[in-house]
């Protein structure tokens, strides 16, 4: 019976996506489907309402509207153009300077507002025509735009992480935003690596000075959108309020600062809200179905029999972390970020614990993991609106993409297998001893 349920949960899971089923729908009707094997029709339903009831019934997932609504502020108050002007200070000296910059916007910018989308749309939407006036190969701007969008991911506030933190068992979310840090950092600073090599030897740019007055007013006038993080950060860190009640603090935060600069006004909210209202239930709904598929892949102890069967292959914990990387790799490739993270979280982690991984360690791994997937076809988000809006053919930029692929895969074995880098800052500030 449990490869029968096996079998039925992924078989009906895999056929309903090849027919176009939206991945929501199809995760919750081969839930319903395996669950129907063991129990009649009336309580299988019951049982897939109950889970999907339970699953939303939390206080730390009020957090993921009020981010996307704040993300959604920022992409339309002109705060994306405040802090690439500010990133052109940073990387004006270095070679191939709108590349650098274009990094350092997204990193900026991603960790603003929580989503890879957002920044790659917003970010290379400036970007890309400045990049073209000067010289820069459209194709190699918009492997850079794509490449540097998910570091916002990993720099918090991340939507994702708190995803991680729900379907984990209540890690702490405080933890796993301080562990975003130098992992998120450290993979934008390989790409800014990878992309000073190749405008060095391509001759793209001349480096930019600035003045001492022009790098002033632009960092003055980036100034409130960058102390949004230390608000929500410092506040969280500080216990003055949790990180869903940060969540409210940025939304009112850059409603006041999106005012202020001019770039939108009273009557342009309502759309905003309804925008973000959209993303919210996409996102909740996914949730909610996936957290049926975990009872029903408990239920056939699945977790166990991969755990089992991992560790028949080989007992030792690199080769079984290079085994989860290399899986959800591929996972990434053919999944969306949020239920691949949803879905194979319940598989993971279990082994991860057996192994005496840190469960904040692990949820950054899983995190950058699929990071990666978001930038490659053929269902890559971010690598579809990354061409988008640098006009440039799906096709025309994988070449470019592959070093900056490879450099990613490296930044990612180090954070996998040096555990300090994510967990540093915890243990330091937090005093976190998972």
């Not at 996506?17 to 669950?35: M, N």
């Not at 209202?277 to 056939?300: F, H, K, Q, R, Y």
């Not at 070449?399 to 930044?411: D, I, R, S």
């Not at 180090?414 to 976190?432: F, K, Q």
């Amino acid at each position: 019976m449990e490869w029968d349920i096996i079998l039925t949960l992924f078989g009906v899971f895999a056929f309903l996506l090849i027919i176009g089923v939206p991945i929501s729908f199809s995760i919750g009707l081969a839930s319903l489907a395996t669950i129907m094997l063991s129990l009649p029709f009336d309580p299988a339903i019951a049982v897939i309402a109950q889970k999907m009831a339970t699953g939303l019934d939390s206080f730390a997932l009020l957090a993921i509207p009020f981010f996307i609504l704040a993300g959604n502020i920022m992409n339309r108050g002109g705060i994306a153009l405040r802090l690439i002007n500010f990133a052109k200070v940073l990387g004006g000296r270095l070679p191939g300077p709108l590349a650098h910059c274009n990094v350092l916007a997204n990193m900026m910018f991603g960790a603003l507002s929580g989503s890879a989308v957002a920044s790659v749309a917003a970010v290379g939407g400036v970007m890309s025509p400045m990049q073209k006036k000067e010289g820069y190969d459209p194709a190699f701007s918009a492997a850079v735009n794509i490449t540097s969008c998910p570091t916002g991911l990993l720099i918090p506030p991340s939507n994702t992480l708190i995803v991680y933190s729900l379907i984990s068992g209540g890690t702490s979310i405080s933890a796993l935003f301080l562990a975003g840090y130098l992992p998120g950092i450290l993979m934008g600073v390989g790409l800014m690596t990878v992309a000073g090599v190749i405008a060095r030897s391509k001759g793209y740019g001349r480096p930019e000075k600035a003045t001492c007055s022009e790098a002033f007013y632009r960092m003055l006038d980036a100034l409130p959108s960058l102390a949004l993080i230390v608000v929500i950060m410092g506040g969280i860190i500080a216990g003055i309020f949790t990180a869903t009640e940060a969540s409210a603090v940025a939304v009112v935060y850059t409603i006041g600062l999106s005012m202020i600069y001019g770039e939108m006004k009273l009557a342009d909210l309502p759309k905003v809200i309804l925008d973000s209202a959209v993303t919210t239930s996409i996102v909740l709904l996914l949730i909610g179905t996936s957290m049926g598929m975990s009872w029903a892949m408990a239920n056939a102890d699945i977790p166990y029999m991969i755990s089992d069967g991992l560790n028949a292959v080989s007992e030792n914990p690199i080769i079984i972390l290079l085994i989860i990387n290399v899986i959800l790799l591929v996972i990434g490739v053919f999944m969306d970020m949020t239920p691949a993270l949803l879905i194979f979280t319940p598989i993971f982690l279990p082994l991860a614990n057996q192994m005496g991984i840190d469960p904040v360690h692990f949820g950054i791994i899983m995190t950058f993991n699929l990071c990666i997937g978001i930038c490659t076809p053929p269902v890559g988000s971010a690598l579809f609106v990354g061409c988008s809006v640098g006009d440039v053919p799906i096709d025309k930029v994988l070449k470019p993409l592959l070093p900056f692929f490879v450099m990613l895969l490296f930044t990612l074995m180090m954070v996998t297998y040096i555990p300090e880098i994510s967990l540093y800052l915890p243990r330091t500030i937090l005093g976190y001893g998972g």
